[in-house]
C-alpha cells in the first residue's frame, strides 16, 4: 500500500520540500514558527531551515502582502500563510490592485510569484468572521489564480505547483479536510492548476464540486447508487481558471449537471460553472442544472442554526433525483446520529 | 541638480502643452512645483538602487535615470512605452535604472518597496530603496504597518514624503491632528528628518543623510519635504478657480519657485552662467523634442496584445 498522509502532512511535506529545493522560497505568516504551527502544516518548519527562511509576522495582513510582493518582484517565492480566509480579507489590496496586475501593467518586465495559503474554517462556532469562503472574489480578479486541493495528494502537488509559478496564487485549504488521509508519494511532484479531476466516474448525472464539497458529492453519489442512479463525481481543483472541458465532456455523457461550492451560492463560484457549462454544454443538458451553496445569510455561530447553514450530501443527492427527474425518494438518513453536525468527525473537539 | 530639475520642469511643462491634443489619453498628475526632492534625493543614488513611487511620479522616475522616450511612449498608449502601453502614466517603470514601478493608490508601493529592501537583505546586497509618497499615503493604514516592519528590521529603506498640503484638494489640516508628519517616525522606530522641499539644498543635505544611515545599515528614515502641487490634481491646468485653495497661499508658493531659487544660487555663487543656463535649456529641448518624436511616430500596440502579460508564460 502506498504511503498515506493526512492532508496537513501533505502541507506541510511540500513546504519543507520547496524550502529544501529553492533557496527562494521562504514562509511567512502569524503563527508560522508558533508552537502549534498553522494546525500542524508549518509546525518545526523554522527549526528545520532556520529563521532566514521561516518568519513570524507582524498582524499586518495588507502591508505584509505587499511586503512579499516586494520580495517576490526582486525574485523571491515567498509563500504567506493566513489562518483564516477572514484575515486575508485585510490583504485585498495589494492582492486585487498590486499583485495580480504588476506582470500585466507593467508590460511583463515583473513578475509576482507569491503563493497565498488560506484556510477556510468550518464548524464550532467558526461564524460570521472566521469561515468564510471567498474564492469567488479571488476568482473574479484576472492574473490571480485560485486553487481549492481536496486530497492529500493534490493538496501537496498543488502547493508545489503554486509555488513554482509565475503568477501569483490563491491556495483555499478548507479545515474539514485536514485530518483525511490518503496516498501522497513522497517526492516533490506538481499537479496542474487548470485540472479538474473525474474522482468518480459515473453515466446518468455529473456532480461537480468544489474542495470539501467534493466529499460530500462522494457520498450523495454512494446514496444515488443505492438508488440504482450513476453519478460522476468530477473534483473541480481550481476555480480560476475553470477547467470546462472536463465539465463539458462529462455533461456530454451523462446529460445532468450539478454543481456544490463551499461558497455563498449567489454569485459564486457554482454560479460561474453552471453559467458556463450552460453556454458551452446546453444542448447535452436533459434538463436545468441545479448549483449548490451557502444560502445568502452570513454564518451563524450556534450549531442549532449551522447545521441548518451547510448543505449535505442529501442535499446533493435530493438534487440530482430533481434534475433527472426522478420521484424516488431517499431512504431516511439514519447514518448519522450526531446531536449536532458542526464538526467532521467526532476526532474533532473545541476549540479548534 | 539644477539640470535635473529643469529637465523635469521642461518635460511637465511640454506635457502639459501637449496633453491638450488629446492624444494622451491616461491620467496624468504633473509635479510642476514639485521638482527639488527627486533631484535631491536621486543625487545620492547608485544605479543599482531602487525607487517606488506613486501617481505622481514624472520627477521620480526621470531623477533616477528613467528613460525619456519610454515614458512619453508610455503617456501616448505605443507600444514602445516603457510599460508596452498598458500602465500610462500611473504605472512608470525602467528595470535598467532601478525604477521599480508606480501606482496611484496611496500607501500601496511603500509595502512592496519595503519588501524589495528586505530581499536585498536577504541576499547580502547594499541597495537602499527610496519610496516617494505625499501627505495623503501617511494617513493609510498600510503607511503604518509598512513603517513597522521596516523599522523592526531596520531595513535600508528612505521613506520620503513630499507633503504638498493636498490630498487632491481636501486640506491637510482637516484630515491630520497638529503634528508634524516626521513625528510619526518615532513611533516605528526610526528617525524622522524634515525641511524646505523647495530647496534643492536642503533636500540635498536631507536625502544624504538618510541614504547614508540606510546604507550604513542604521535603518530606515522618514524624509518629510515641504513643497507645493502648482497645476490641478490631475491634468494640464490651474485649479485655482475651485476655491479650495486660496490665490494668496498658491502665490506664496510660486514665489518659492525651488527651479529659480536654486538657479539664482548658482548664479549667484558663479556656478552658473547665462549662457551655461541656455545650453542645458536648448539640449533638453532638443531631447524632448527626438522622445515626443519617438512616442508619436511609435506604433500602438496590435490586437493580439490586449491579452499578452495576463499570466507569466
Same mark, same amino acid.
Given at each position: 500500500?502506498?504511503?498515506?498522509?493526512?492532508?496537513?502532512?501533505?502541507?506541510?511535506?511540500?513546504?519543507?520540500?520547496?524550502?529544501?529545493?529553492?533557496?527562494?522560497?521562504?514562509?511567512?505568516?502569524?503563527?508560522?514558527?508558533?508552537?502549534?504551527?498553522?494546525?500542524?502544516?508549518?509546525?518545526?518548519?523554522?527549526?528545520?531551515?532556520?529563521?532566514?527562511?521561516?518568519?513570524?509576522?507582524?498582524?499586518?495582513?495588507?502591508?505584509?502582502?505587499?511586503?512579499?510582493?516586494?520580495?517576490?518582484?526582486?525574485?523571491?517565492?515567498?509563500?504567506?500563510?493566513?489562518?483564516?480566509?477572514?484575515?486575508?480579507?485585510?490583504?485585498?489590496?495589494?492582492?486585487?490592485?498590486?499583485?495580480?496586475?504588476?506582470?500585466?501593467?507593467?508590460?511583463?518586465?515583473?513578475?509576482?510569484?507569491?503563493?497565498?495559503?488560506?484556510?477556510?474554517?468550518?464548524?464550532?462556532?467558526?461564524?460570521?468572521?472566521?469561515?468564510?469562503?471567498?474564492?469567488?472574489?479571488?476568482?473574479?480578479?484576472?492574473?490571480?489564480?485560485?486553487?481549492?486541493?481536496?486530497?492529500?495528494?493534490?493538496?501537496?502537488?498543488?502547493?508545489?505547483?503554486?509555488?513554482?509559478?509565475?503568477?501569483?496564487?490563491?491556495?483555499?485549504?478548507?479545515?474539514?479536510?485536514?485530518?483525511?488521509?490518503?496516498?501522497?508519494?513522497?517526492?516533490?511532484?506538481?499537479?496542474?492548476?487548470?485540472?479538474?479531476?473525474?474522482?468518480?466516474?459515473?453515466?446518468?448525472?455529473? *456532480? !461537480? &464540486?468544489? =474542495?470539501?464539497?467534493?466529499?460530500? @458529492? $462522494?457520498? #450523495? +453519489?454512494?446514496?444515488?447508487? /443505492? %438508488?440504482?442512479?450513476?453519478?460522476?463525481?468530477?473534483?473541480?481543483?481550481?476555480?480560476?481558471?475553470?477547467?470546462?472541458?472536463?465539465?463539458?465532456?462529462?455533461?456530454?455523457?451523462?446529460?445532468?449537471?450539478?454543481?456544490?461550492?463551499?461558497?455563498?451560492?449567489?454569485?459564486?463560484?457554482?454560479?460561474?460553472? *453552471? !453559467? &458556463?457549462? =450552460?453556454?458551452?454544454?446546453?444542448? @447535452? $443538458?436533459? #434538463? +436545468?442544472?441545479?448549483?449548490? /451553496? %451557502?444560502?445568502?445569510?452570513?454564518?451563524?455561530?450556534?450549531?442549532?442554526?449551522?447545521?441548518?447553514?451547510?448543505?449535505?450530501?442529501?442535499?446533493?443527492?435530493?438534487?440530482?433525483?430533481?434534475?433527472?427527474?426522478?420521484?424516488?425518494?431517499?431512504?431516511?438518513?439514519?447514518?448519522?446520529?450526531?446531536?449536532?453536525?458542526?464538526?467532521?468527525?467526532?476526532?474533532?473537539?473545541?476549540?479548534? | 541638480?539644477?539640470?535635473?530639475?529643469?529637465?523635469?520642469?521642461?518635460?511637465?511643462?511640454?506635457?502639459?502643452?501637449?496633453?491638450?491634443?488629446?492624444?494622451?489619453?491616461?491620467?496624468?498628475?504633473?509635479?510642476?512645483?514639485?521638482?527639488?526632492?527627486?533631484?535631491?534625493?536621486?543625487?545620492?543614488?547608485?544605479?543599482?538602487?531602487?525607487?517606488?513611487?506613486?501617481?505622481?511620479?514624472?520627477?521620480?522616475?526621470?531623477?533616477?535615470?528613467?528613460?525619456?522616450?519610454?515614458?512619453?511612449?508610455?503617456?501616448?498608449?505605443?507600444?514602445?512605452?516603457?510599460?508596452?502601453?498598458?500602465?500610462?502614466?500611473?504605472?512608470?517603470?525602467?528595470?535598467?535604472?532601478?525604477?521599480?514601478?508606480?501606482?496611484?493608490?496611496?500607501?500601496?508601493?511603500?509595502?512592496?518597496?519595503?519588501?524589495?529592501?528586505?530581499?536585498?537583505?536577504?541576499?547580502?546586497?547594499?541597495?537602499?530603496?527610496?519610496?516617494?509618497?505625499?501627505?495623503?499615503?501617511?494617513?493609510?493604514?498600510?503607511?503604518?504597518?509598512?513603517?513597522?516592519?521596516?523599522?523592526?528590521?531596520?531595513?535600508?529603506?528612505?521613506?520620503?514624503?513630499?507633503?504638498?498640503?493636498?490630498?487632491?484638494?481636501?486640506?491637510?489640516?482637516?484630515?491630520?491632528?497638529?503634528?508634524?508628519?516626521?513625528?510619526?517616525?518615532?513611533?516605528?522606530?526610526?528617525?524622522?528628518?524634515?525641511?524646505?522641499?523647495?530647496?534643492?539644498?536642503?533636500?540635498?543635505?536631507?536625502?544624504?543623510?538618510?541614504?547614508?544611515?540606510?546604507?550604513?545599515?542604521?535603518?530606515?528614515?522618514?524624509?518629510?519635504?515641504?513643497?507645493?502641487?502648482?497645476?490641478?490634481?490631475?491634468?494640464?491646468?490651474?485649479?485655482?478657480?475651485?476655491?479650495?485653495?486660496?490665490?494668496?497661499?498658491?502665490?506664496?508658493?510660486?514665489?518659492?519657485?525651488?527651479?529659480?531659487?536654486?538657479?539664482?544660487?548658482?548664479?549667484?555663487?558663479?556656478?552658473?552662467?547665462?549662457?551655461?543656463?541656455?545650453?542645458?535649456?536648448?539640449?533638453?529641448?532638443?531631447?524632448?523634442?527626438?522622445?515626443?518624436?519617438?512616442?508619436?511616430?511609435?506604433?500602438?500596440?496590435?490586437?493580439?496584445?490586449?491579452?499578452?502579460?495576463?499570466?507569466?508564460?
Amino acid at each position: 500500500m502506498s504511503r498515506q498522509l493526512r492532508y496537513f502532512e501533505a502541507l506541510r511535506e511540500a513546504q519543507a520540500q520547496l524550502l529544501a529545493t529553492d533557496p527562494h522560497t521562504y514562509l511567512i505568516g502569524l503563527g508560522v514558527p508558533g508552537p502549534t504551527g498553522i494546525f500542524g502544516t508549518t509546525k518545526g518548519l523554522q527549526e528545520e531551515f532556520g529563521a532566514h527562511r521561516v518568519f513570524d509576522m507582524p498582524s499586518s495582513e495588507n502591508a505584509m502582502t505587499g511586503v512579499a510582493l516586494g520580495t517576490a518582484v526582486m525574485g523571491k517565492r515567498p509563500i504567506i500563510v493566513h489562518m483564516r480566509v477572514d484575515f486575508a480579507v485585510l490583504s485585498m489590496e495589494p492582492l486585487v490592485n498590486q499583485a495580480a496586475k504588476w506582470h500585466y501593467m507593467y508590460g511583463g518586465k515583473l513578475k509576482a510569484p507569491l503563493t497565498v495559503r488560506m484556510i477556510i474554517g468550518r464548524g464550532w462556532g467558526q461564524g460570521p468572521q472566521h469561515s468564510q469562503s471567498l474564492q469567488a472574489w479571488f476568482g473574479h480578479v484576472p492574473g490571480l489564480k485560485v486553487v481549492m486541493p481536496t486530497t492529500p495528494h493534490d493538496a501537496k502537488g498543488m502547493l508545489i505547483a503554486a509555488s513554482r509559478d509565475d503568477a501569483p496564487v490563491i491556495v483555499l485549504e478548507h479545515r474539514w479536510l485536514y485530518n483525511i488521509a490518503g496516498p501522497v508519494p513522497e517526492e516533490p511532484y506538481e499537479v496542474p492548476l487548470d485540472k479538474a479531476a473525474i474522482v468518480r466516474p459515473g453515466r446518468d448525472v455529473t *456532480l !461537480a &464540486a468544489t =474542495s470539501y464539497m467534493t466529499l460530500e @458529492s $462522494l457520498k #450523495a +453519489a454512494d446514496m444515488l447508487a /443505492g %438508488l440504482g442512479i450513476s453519478a460522476e463525481v468530477v473534483d473541480l481543483r481550481s476555480v480560476s481558471p475553470i477547467d470546462i472541458a472536463t465539465l463539458v465532456q462529462s455533461v456530454g455523457r451523462t446529460r445532468h449537471f450539478i454543481v456544490s461550492d463551499t461558497g455563498q451560492e449567489s454569485y459564486g463560484v457554482g454560479a460561474e460553472v *453552471l !453559467a &458556463a457549462v =450552460s453556454e458551452k454544454a446546453f444542448g @447535452s $443538458l436533459a #434538463a +436545468a442544472p441545479i448549483r449548490i /451553496g %451557502l444560502p445568502h445569510i452570513p454564518t451563524p455561530t450556534t450549531p442549532a442554526l449551522a447545521d441548518l447553514y451547510y448543505p449535505l450530501a442529501r442535499d446533493i443527492a435530493r438534487a440530482a433525483l430533481k434534475t433527472l427527474g426522478s420521484n424516488r425518494a431517499l431512504p431516511p438518513d439514519d447514518s448519522d446520529p450526531r446531536k449536532w453536525k458542526d464538526v467532521p468527525d467526532p476526532s474533532f473537539t473545541g476549540p479548534y | 541638480m539644477y539640470r535635473q530639475m529643469l529637465r523635469i520642469r521642461l518635460v511637465e511643462e511640454r506635457i502639459g502643452v501637449l496633453y491638450a491634443e488629446q492624444e494622451m489619453r491616461c491620467p496624468t498628475h504633473l509635479c510642476i512645483g514639485q521638482e527639488a526632492p527627486p533631484a535631491g534625493i536621486s543625487a545620492h543614488l547608485r544605479r543599482d538602487d531602487l525607487v517606488f513611487s506613486g501617481h505622481r511620479s514624472h520627477g521620480h522616475y526621470l531623477a533616477k535615470g528613467g528613460d525619456l522616450k519610454g515614458m512619453l511612449a508610455e503617456l501616448y498608449g505605443r507600444e514602445t512605452g516603457c510599460a508596452a502601453g498598458k500602465g500610462g502614466s500611473q504605472h512608470l517603470i525602467d528595470l535598467d535604472c532601478g525604477f521599480m514601478g508606480s501606482a496611484p493608490i496611496l500607501a500601496s508601493t511603500i509595502s512592496v518597496g519595503v519588501g524589495a529592501a528586505w530581499a536585498a537583505r536577504m541576499d547580502g546586497r547594499d541597495q537602499v530603496v527610496v519610496v516617494y509618497f505625499g501627505d495623503g499615503a501617511t494617513e493609510e493604514g498600510t503607511f503604518h504597518e509598512a513603517l513597522n516592519f521596516a523599522g523592526t528590521f531596520k531595513l535600508a529603506v528612505v521613506f520620503v514624503c513630499e507633503n504638498n498640503l493636498y490630498s487632491v484638494h481636501s486640506a491637510l489640516d482637516i484630515r491630520q491632528p497638529n503634528r508634524p508628519i516626521h513625528s510619526l517616525a518615532a513611533a516605528h522606530g526610526m528617525i524622522g528628518l524634515h525641511g524646505d522641499g523647495n530647496d534643492a539644498d536642503v533636500v540635498w543635505r536631507l536625502g544624504g543623510e538618510a541614504v547614508a544611515r540606510a546604507r550604513a545599515g542604521e535603518g530606515p528614515s522618514i524624509v518629510e519635504l515641504a513643497t507645493y502641487r502648482w497645476r490641478e490634481h490631475c491634468g494640464p491646468n490651474g485649479d485655482l478657480e475651485l476655491k479650495y485653495r486660496s490665490d494668496a497661499e498658491f502665490a506664496e508658493w510660486q514665489g518659492r519657485d525651488p527651479v529659480r531659487i536654486y538657479r539664482d544660487r548658482l548664479v549667484g555663487e558663479g556656478l552658473l552662467t547665462a549662457a551655461a543656463d541656455a545650453t542645458m535649456t536648448a539640449e533638453i529641448e532638443t531631447e524632448m523634442a527626438d522622445a515626443v518624436s519617438f512616442a508619436k511616430e511609435s506604433p500602438f500596440p496590435a490586437p493580439e496584445a490586449l491579452a499578452r502579460f495576463v499570466y507569466p508564460s
